[in-house]
């Protein structure tokens, strides 16, 4: 039987929000954020929580803000049933280490995804809480024109597609909503499948060329349809390979 790999985006997929932008609205600094963003769109939110520890925030008062993340109870499901039909949950994120795996410890979900790869985080001395890049800032940069300098989402499905045991097929889900999802879109391939969110920057990326896309497409734009279109899609790959 095929091993079928689920591989989630975090905001706006996982979550229907932003978690840096939760915790800089939460914590009051909307303002600042922006001002930051416009010219420093990478290093904005360690100024951030570097500000917040100059007011006396910790780690932990993040943490706490974290667990008022809402998470639709269908996707809680999805993934919890996807996990169960024996699905290799992953997460490919450009949040953070420690944003996600709050957010999923709150939510009882840590334990289902056995990677995630996301931006690196650290607890410092005294509660300061600091994000890295994933991609190492002193080594050549990656070349992909298509992501961030500081996480190319399509080298690390790369590198999962790699990693699988040389004697499984395997058949990827791909599910996520912005722009920097569309590399690793590009790289899904026949008898693969990509979920973008409807009306978001992934799904009209899409869209406009079509044939560039090898895997099969199925939209979604809610809990109760990602839950849906998800399972359908996991049965139909289970019923193909037997």
Request: some cysteine.
């Amino acid at each position: 039987m095929a091993r079928i790999v689920v591989i989630f985006d975090f905001d706006r997929t996982i979550i229907d929000g932003d978690s840096d932008k939760w915790v800089v609205t939460e914590m009051g600094l909307t303002q600042l954020f922006h001002q930051l963003y416009s010219t420093l769109p990478w290093t904005a939110l360690d100024r951030m929580l570097k500000e917040l520890h100059s007011q006396g925030k910790t780690a932990e008062d993040v943490a706490e803000c974290l667990k008022r993340v809402y998470m639709d109870p269908r996707i809680i499901a999805a993934i919890k049933l996807a996990h169960s039909l024996g699905c290799d949950l992953k997460i490919v994120s450009d949040a953070n280490q420690f944003f996600i795996e709050k957010i999923l410890e709150h939510h009882g979900l840590l334990g289902f995804f056995s990677e995630i790869n996301t931006n690196s985080s650290l607890v410092a001395e005294e509660g300061r809480l600091m994000v890295f890049p994933y991609h190492d800032p002193t080594l050549p940069p990656h070349g992909c024109n298509l992501c961030p300098s500081n996480l190319c989402k399509g080298l690390v499905l790369d590198r999962i597609r790699a990693s699988a045991p040389d004697n499984r097929t395997q058949k990827f889900i791909y599910l996520g909503d912005g722009g920097g999802d569309y590399c690793p879109t590009l790289k899904l391939q026949d008898g693969d499948y990509v979920m973008p969110r409807k009306n978001y920057p992934l799904w009209r990326r899409i869209c406009r060329n079509p044939v560039l896309v090898k895997a099969e497409v199925h939209e979604w734009s809610n809990g109760n349809e990602l839950e849906r279109v998800l399972i359908q899609l996991i049965n139909k790959i289970h019923r193909s390979a037997s």
